[in-house]
């Protein structure tokens, strides 16, 4: 078990995408870097922290926890609470459904620049989906 | 979400088509043009492809949506869709995924209509707009979910591009997504418009936290952006209607509406169905005219006015003169006093056969006196002939 959003858990995510068929199908033609971000919220005890992967034609070229400056140089960001993002992870989430509702925020890029690549976006979520991750305390009850 | 606040009257604004070079509207074009001021949407298949045909909307933005995807190698039917879902992000006050709509379309010679109008929820009564003392209570059917019909828009505009469009379909969709997503100027039209409607907007979080930012209509020429629409659009472009009309969307959809006191369900979302009808045609002025018809009134008002006008000699009178302009208030006096009484095919009180019939516009030209206007208590709608 690896937990969410550290940078063991970006390295297992990378892993998994670069040996998943359906992710290097549907996502031949993605380039560019992403950040994935959960909010702070001190009252539950959840910080923020964030992970960044550097995604290009299908694969996943670098995967660790977000440093200073990664925002500028990733092409997107997905910002999202602890809840969302366990929800997003256990399944009972889908992420298109989450951007709609305001849930999941596209804070860096923007959903037309995203279209192209709908179908990478949501293995990008399988894949994570199929990792073994535990989740901090704090994130169950926020 | 289905309107919050009842749109103004259609095309106040005269739209002028933008075109594409080398293109001449054909004749029945032309004068079914007159139509699309009432019927929203009008499709021709001959005004396909690059370097052919035009398009009129209500915002340049979605007049530029729409020659986009002509200009990529769609036919009308694709841009007519393009510029519909266009217009739902930069023409809040009358174009929107939670209405409906009218198309008339023309391809291979063959005139067809459809009708994506909404439609009342399953749980309608007759006596929901009443108040407990059994009056009429206006802003129960003008304002807030309760007033929201069933939206036909996302069935409709799919089907439209199902049966007659040329390009794919999230290809269609995607000058509304990059619209939403990336940003478009806000017209002093549409400042006013939000500006005009702010005290309603307020009333609901939903709408002030969209079009009310700071508090106040976003100004003329800043840029705004609608990230959570783009999403819902991105969802449609990819799944078609059921990502609006099924699962989470409709859910967040139904939920919203209860809580303003809204009655529709799951269930109105998911079975709603557009339809294809065939259109109201007659004849004027040597022209054909296909229109739209019930439950549009736009079609046979129309037909009525051109009947009851060129029974009159209209056409022999000098342009802007006064003798015309008179004789089209008290033609309009008439075919309005004659609305009222359509609606829904299956209820309407009178249709095409009664207010187009050559006897009741003969009858309804010879009311008419070209020197002076006709007493209001005069001017009756049509009633059924009472047996002898």
């Given at each position: 078990?690896?937990?969410?959003?550290?940078?063991?858990?970006?390295?297992?995510?990378?892993?998994?995408?670069?040996?998943?068929?359906?992710?290097?199908?549907?996502?031949a033609s993605w380039e560019g870097a992403v950040l994935v971000t959960v909010r702070g919220d001190p009252g539950h005890g959840i910080e923020e922290r964030a992970v960044f992967l550097d995604l290009w034609h299908g694969g996943c070229r670098e995967a660790r926890a977000a440093r200073p400056g990664d925002l500028d140089a990733a092409r997107y960001a997905l910002t999202a609470d602890a809840s969302t993002w366990a929800g997003l992870l256990s399944g009972a989430l889908d992420p298109m459904s989450a951007v709609m509702g305001g849930a999941l925020d596209l804070t860096k890029g923007s959903v037309a620049s995203l279209f192209p690549h709908l179908a990478a976006a949501k293995e990008l979520v399988a894949v994570a989906r199929l990792l073994e991750t535990s989740l901090p305390p704090g994130w169950a009850a926020s | 979400m289905g309107r919050i606040i009842a749109p103004p009257p259609p095309c106040r604004q005269r739209t002028r088509p933008a075109t594409l070079p080398g293109v001449r509207p054909p004749r029945?074009?032309?004068?079914?043009?007159?139509?699309?001021?009432?019927?929203?949407?009008?499709?021709?298949?001959?005004?396909?492809?690059?370097?052919?045909?035009?398009?009129?909307?209500?915002?340049?933005?979605?007049?530029?949506?729409?020659?986009?995807?002509?200009?990529?190698?769609?036919?009308?039917?694709?841009?007519?869709?393009?510029?519909?879902?266009?217009?739902?992000?930069?023409?809040?006050?009358a174009g929107n995924l939670g209405g409906g709509g009218f198309a008339v379309t023309r391809f291979g010679g063959?005139?067809?209509?459809?009708?994506?109008?909404?439609?009342?929820?399953?749980?309608?009564?007759?006596?929901?707009?009443?108040?407990?003392?059994?009056?009429?209570?206006?802003?129960?059917?003008?304002?807030?979910?309760?007033?929201?019909?069933?939206?036909?828009?996302?069935?409709?505009?799919?089907?439209?591009?199902?049966?007659?469009?040329?390009?794919?379909?999230?290809q269609v969709v995607a000058p509304a997504v990059r619209l939403a997503s990336e940003g478009f100027m806000v017209t002093p039209r549409l400042q006013r418009s939000i500006s005009e409607e702010r005290a309603l907007l307020a009333r609901f979080p939903e709408t002030a936290a969209?079009?009310?930012?700071?508090?106040?209509?976003?100004?003329?020429?800043?840029?705004?952006?609608?990230?959570?629409?783009?999403?819902?659009?991105?969802?449609?472009?990819?799944?078609?209607?059921?990502?609006?009309?099924?699962?989470?969307?409709?859910?967040?959809?139904?939920?919203?509406?209860?809580?303003?006191?809204?009655?529709?369900?799951?269930?109105?979302?998911?079975?709603?169905?557009?339809?294809?009808?065939?259109?109201?045609?007659?004849?004027?002025?040597?022209?054909?005219?296909?229109?739209?018809?019930?439950?549009?009134?736009?079609?046979?008002?129309?037909?009525?006015?051109?009947?009851?006008l060129e029974r009159l000699g209209w056409a022999k009178l000098p342009p802007g003169s006064v003798e015309r302009i008179h004789l089209i208030a008290e033609t309009w006096r008439r075919a309005f006093a004659d609305r009222f009484l359509l609606g829904d095919p299956a209820t309407t009180l009178a249709g095409p056969a009664q207010l187009l019939d050559p006897g009741w516009l003969a009858k309804r030209a010879s009311e008419i006196d070209g020197s002076r206007s006709t007493p209001s208590v005069r001017i009756q709608p049509w009633a059924r002939p009472t047996p002898t």
């Open positions: 078990m690896t937990e969410i959003l550290t940078d063991a858990w970006a390295k297992a995510w990378a892993e998994a995408l670069n040996a998943s068929a359906s992710y290097r199908g549907v996502a | 029945l074009l032309r004068l079914a043009a007159a139509a699309v001021l009432a019927v929203g949407l009008l499709v021709h298949g001959a005004a396909a492809g690059p370097g052919r045909g035009a398009v009129a909307s209500a915002a340049p933005a979605a007049t530029e949506a729409g020659l986009a995807v002509l200009r990529a190698g769609g036919n009308a039917a694709d841009a007519a869709v393009a510029t519909a879902l266009a217009l739902a992000v930069v023409h809040p006050a063959q005139v067809r209509t459809l009708d994506f109008r909404e439609t009342a929820p399953a749980a309608a009564t007759a006596g929901m707009f009443l108040g407990n003392d059994g009056r009429p209570v206006a802003e129960k059917s003008l304002v807030g979910p309760l007033a929201s019909g069933v939206p036909g828009s996302p069935a409709g505009l799919f089907e439209l591009h199902r049966r007659f469009g040329r390009l794919p379909w999230p969209v079009w009310l930012p700071e508090g106040r209509a976003p100004a003329a020429g800043s840029v705004m952006k609608l990230p959570r629409l783009a999403a819902v659009l991105a969802a449609y472009a990819e799944r078609g209607p059921e990502a609006l009309t099924t699962g989470s969307a409709a859910a967040a959809i139904v939920a919203a509406s209860r809580r303003y006191g809204g009655i529709l369900t799951t269930g109105d979302l998911a079975s709603y169905r557009p339809l294809w009808r065939e259109p109201v045609v007659f004849t004027a002025f040597g022209w054909e005219v296909a229109s739209m018809p019930l439950p549009s009134s736009g079609g046979i008002i129309l037909g009525e006015t051109l009947g009851i």
